[in-house]
């Protein structure tokens, strides 16, 4: 791809996209392999990291439109991977959890997922400076939106 220097050279979402969409082709190529949709990944990785969430919350933390969330859910607990119950205090709500099998499966996962980030990243050196500030303007842009 040529670069100038136009929009996209230097607009900021844009290229934290690509990165991302760069940094994760072999992750996904991961996930295709093993029958699980990127929709179905962050949930996974979501539950398996904060544990048993709402169906509100689980489509807050996994950055992801509420009905991408409920299918995901509704797939993953069609093949014994997430567990859906009722809320202890509004019976109408949906409490969410990782099975046994998923969480096997989303620890494989993360463990390949970090495997792949260490060796796309090794040439680069120490990227630990590009993390605090992107927690910064994450923070920032979250209390200005609040």
């Not at 690509?18 to 082709?25: I, K, V």
């Not at 996994?62 to 797939?75: D, F, G, I, K, Y």
């Amino acid at each position: 791809m040529a670069h100038g220097t136009g929009f996209l050279d230097d607009y900021l979402p844009y290229l934290l996209r690509r990165a991302d969409q760069t940094l994760s082709a072999a992750f996904y190529a991961t996930l295709t392999e093993c029958g699980v949709a990127r929709s179905e990944w962050r949930v996974l990785a979501v539950l398996e990291e904060l544990g048993p969430l709402s169906v509100l919350d689980l489509t807050e933390a996994a950055l992801s439109p509420q009905p991408t969330v409920t299918h995901a859910v509704r797939r993953l607990e069609a093949r014994g991977l997430v567990t859906r119950t009722a809320g202890a205090t509004d019976r109408r709500q949906r409490i969410v959890a990782v099975t046994e099998e998923g969480g096997a499966l989303t620890r494989r996962l993360i463990s390949e997922a970090r495997r792949l980030e260490s060796a796309a990243l090794a040439d680069l050196g120490s990227l630990d400076g590009l993390v605090e500030p992107l927690r910064r303007l994450i923070s920032s842009l979250e209390g200005a939106q609040a």
